[in-house]
């Protein structure tokens, strides 16, 4: 009964839905730009700046966000983040994670707990790390919030060896 209640009251004030995928974004169209704003809970690297593209460590793969994209909300993996700029130029980051927003109008949000440039990582501290983090986790008691902390930090340096090229086994 509530059901149909609710369908009725739905099918008479709701407003037909549309979809506009395949319409060209405004604020970007015929520029070949996109907007992005990549933003750390402590500063904000980027700010509605023009760029060419960014390719995003997606949790369900790797995927390029260009100018017209389609909307798209994506949780991001512990990766490597590159913007391309428009002079060409490659940007690369490592992020732990995070999520990335495509709205319509050629502009991405992206929103990251930490980021580095990949430049400036030490690829002996990061294979150090990663040893260190996998001695933790083979001695902690299997289940505890120790293993999980440590299993964290394995993963987590295992991503930030292969954004470096490192082989991590």
Same mark, same amino acid.
């Given at each position: ?10 099918? *008479? $004030? ?9 319409? %060209?974004?405004? $604020? ?12 750390? %809970?402590? *500063? ?19 995927? #390029? ?9 994506? @949780? ?11 002079? /060409? ?7 732990? =994670? =995070?999520? $990335? ?12 707990? @930490? !980021? ?18 996998? *001695?933790?986790?083979? $001695?902690? #008691?299997?289940?505890? !919030? #120790? ?7 394995? @993963?987590?340096?295992?991503?930030? /060896?292969?954004?470096?090229?490192? *082989?991590? !086994?």
């Amino acid at each position: 009964m509530m059901l149909s209640n609710l369908r009725r009251v739905v099918a *008479s $004030s709701a407003a037909p839905l549309r979809r506009h995928l395949s319409t %060209p974004a405004a $604020s970007a169209a015929g520029t070949g730009l996109m907007t992005l704003n990549f933003n750390l %809970p402590q *500063s904000t690297l980027y700010d509605a700046a023009p760029v060419r593209s960014v390719v995003v460590p997606g949790a369900m793969g790797e995927y #390029e966000v260009t100018a017209d994209h389609v909307p798209i909300v994506a @949780e991001l993996r512990a990766g490597a983040m590159t913007i391309r700029h428009e002079d /060409g130029e490659d940007e690369k980051y490592f992020v732990p =994670g =995070g999520f $990335s927003l495509t709205h319509e109008g050629s502009t991405t949000d992206i929103v990251c707990p @930490e !980021a580095v440039k990949i430049d400036d990582l030490d690829p002996a501290a990061v294979s150090a790390n990663y040893e260190a983090a996998k *001695s933790r986790a083979a $001695s902690a #008691e299997a289940g505890s !919030a #120790e293993a999980a902390e440590a299993m964290i930090e394995v @993963e987590v340096n295992k991503a930030m /060896g292969g954004a470096l090229g490192l *082989s991590m !086994a």
